[in-house]
């Protein structure tokens, strides 16, 4: 288990990949393409944090602005 200081010290890239928990190179390569694309998100959003089933996976998604990502399968939706 790692201390709050050492998860903080971690780039926002390798947090998203430890939530995907994947080894597929595919879902990876489009966590570390959505990394660079969007902006790092906010702790909270002005109406706090969003979140719904992934029809995939059936696992957590979080919204972040207009998408939807997944937090085990790293699946993609855009929020409507």
Do not use: N
């Amino acid at each position: 288990m790692t201390t709050e200081f050492a998860d903080e010290a971690r780039s926002r890239v390798a947090r998203l990949l430890r939530m995907a928990a994947t080894h597929d190179d595919r879902l990876r390569a489009r966590i570390v393409e959505y990394a660079a694309t969007t902006p790092d998100p906010p702790p909270y959003g002005p109406h706090g944090i969003h979140t719904k089933g992934c029809g995939l996976c059936r696992q957590t998604m979080w919204r972040q602005r207009d998408l939807w990502i997944c937090s085990r399968c790293g699946h993609v939706e855009e929020a409507r």
